[in-house]
T-cell receptor, first 115, second 114 residues
């Protein structure tokens, strides 16, 4: 099925461990995003990639790095996980910067717990 | 103050009732999304609209750009409509934001009882 695929769906990390969240889309979208969702905070943008070869910081980038591996794939890396990074992470993609003509498609989320 | 405000935060209804969820925003926008998230589930885009009204099945979304307000209506509500509904604004590039960055409301938790 066409859409955005995130892996893994669940992960438990110990403080200080590293991991990479993977995201791939098969809709030939130019732009991709990583969000985190916390209770009472809503969705917040961590990093985004407007097009292949570019990445930019969002609202809450500290503690994260990203790689736009190719047009399909956009990964999020936690180098040294902290309990404050316990959250649900969503990857999303859009055709072109979320302009009025195009919508966003979200992945199913990764529930990350850092202990 | 969040740039996108939703009301109510929580809404409980009986099956069959007409539901309205409101979204107000303070930034200039090019369009607005309505999203649906079931408990523990992913996020689905219901509508994206920049003017007027859109309808899909029992769902209707309206937007008034001048008044900076949008509403999501659900007719003949059903327990399967129980979810969190989120509005997200796509800011105009000249409003100080980037049209790559959605600004989200905090969501409205809708519970429809049978």
């Amino acid at each position: 099925n066409a859409g955005v695929t995130q892996t893994p769906k669940f992960q438990v990390l110990k403080t200080g461990q590293s991991m990479t969240l993977q995201c791939a889309q098969d809709m030939n979208h130019n732009s991709m995003y990583w969000y985190r969702q916390d209770p009472g905070m809503g969705l917040r943008l961590i990093y985004y990639s407007a097009s292949e070869g570019t990445t930019d910081k969002g609202e809450v980038p500290n503690g994260y790095n990203v790689s736009r591996l190719n047009k399909r794939e956009f990964s999020l890396r936690l180098e040294s996980a902290a309990p404050s990074q316990t959250s649900v992470y969503f990857c999303a993609s859009s055709e072109a910067g979320g302009t009025a003509s195009y919508g966003y498609t979200f992945g199913s989320g990764t529930r990350l717990t850092v202990v | 103050k969040n740039e996108v405000e939703q009301s109510p935060q929580n809404l409980t209804a009986q099956e069959g009732e007409f539901i309205t969820i409101n979204c107000s925003y303070s930034v200039g926008i090019s369009a607005l999304h309505w999203l649906q998230q079931h408990p523990g589930g992913g996020i689905v885009s219901l509508f994206m609209l920049s003017s007027g009204k859109k309808k899909h099945g029992r769902l209707i979304a309206t937007i008034n750009i001048q008044e900076k307000h949008s509403s999501l209506h659900i007719t003949a509500s059903h327990p399967r409509d129980s979810a969190v509904y989120i509005c997200a604004a796509i800011p105009l590039p000249n409003s100080g934001g980037s049209n790559y960055k959605l600004t989200f409301g905090k969501g409205t938790l809708l519970t429809v009882n049978p």
